[in-house]
């Protein structure tokens, strides 16, 4: 049973335009949200989170919002760079000392 | 910039040879992580280690994997026998505590034929 989801498995985009990723949750002890960029060959790297307290976090070109009532979130980048073009991971951590629940990711092209 | 290091980068093994992994956490991060990433899927944890200490292997396969970090430093993941199953990306990663974010790193391509 999947508790995070990530349905669409790929995406594309135009360059300058915004990119939005989705996700999905189940359980509702997660308090804590992050999004990983995994390039081919490389392990993930960390690109922003938001907490549960929150609805809003912004860094730069990236902007995480989360729908608690929902159970969703998504992540919002503009404008799309092409070096943008990556696996996105969304993963979630459970209240306490539980470990990350990621999705599948979702791969993002950004064409020139 | 601090880093995780890993090595080797990748791996190529015959089924039921030994193989291991090693990981140099970022200087000062209490807590590792070890996680199988198969193609397609997302990483799920191995094993969590705070200092020394396993905190979490509820998903190591023991029957065949292993894990130490004996100087709550640097850590060693060991498979023996490896199966073709195991074929994966095993990706190590460490954060100042076990609530802090997590940085990975380029982790290491095993391929069991």
């Known amino acids: 049973d999947q508790q995070v989801k990530q349905n669409s498995p790929s995406l594309s985009v135009q360059e300058g335009r915004i990119s939005i990723l989705n996700c999905d949750y189940t359980?509702?002890?997660?308090?804590?949200f992050l999004w990983y960029k995994k390039y081919p060959a490389e392990g993930p790297t960390f690109l922003i989170s938001?907490?549960?307290?929150?609805d809003k976090n912004e860094d730069g070109r990236f902007t995480v919002f989360l729908n608690k009532s929902a159970k969703h979130l998504s992540l919002h980048i503009v404008p799309s760079q092409p070096g943008d073009s990556a696996v996105y991971f969304c993963?979630?951590?459970?209240?306490?000392?539980?470990?990350?629940?990621f999705g599948k990711g979702t791969r993002l092209s950004v064409i020139a | 910039e601090a880093e995780v290091a890993q090595s080797p980068r990748y791996k190529i093994t015959e089924k039921s040879q030994a193989v291991a992994f090693w990981c140099d956490p970022i200087?000062?991060?209490?807590?590792l992580y070890w996680y199988r990433q198969i193609l397609g899927q997302g990483p799920e944890l191995l094993v969590q280690?705070?200092?020394?200490?396993?905190?979490?292997d509820s998903q190591l396969p023991k029957d065949r994997f292993s894990a130490e970090r004996l100087k709550g430093v640097d850590s060693t993941l060991k498979i023996q026998p490896a199966e073709l199953g195991d074929s994966a990306m095993y990706l190590c990663?460490?954060?100042?505590?076990?609530?802090?974010?997590?940085?990975f790193g380029p982790g290491t391509r095993l391929t069991v034929l």
């Open positions: 990663a460490s954060s100042v505590g076990t609530s802090d974010t997590q940085y």
């Open positions: 359980n509702s002890m997660f308090d804590y």
């Open positions: 938001i907490s549960s307290i929150k």
């Open positions: 993963a979630a951590r459970p209240t306490g000392n539980t470990p990350l629940v």
């Open positions: 200087s000062g991060h209490a807590t």
């Open positions: 280690f705070q200092d020394e200490s396993v905190v979490d």
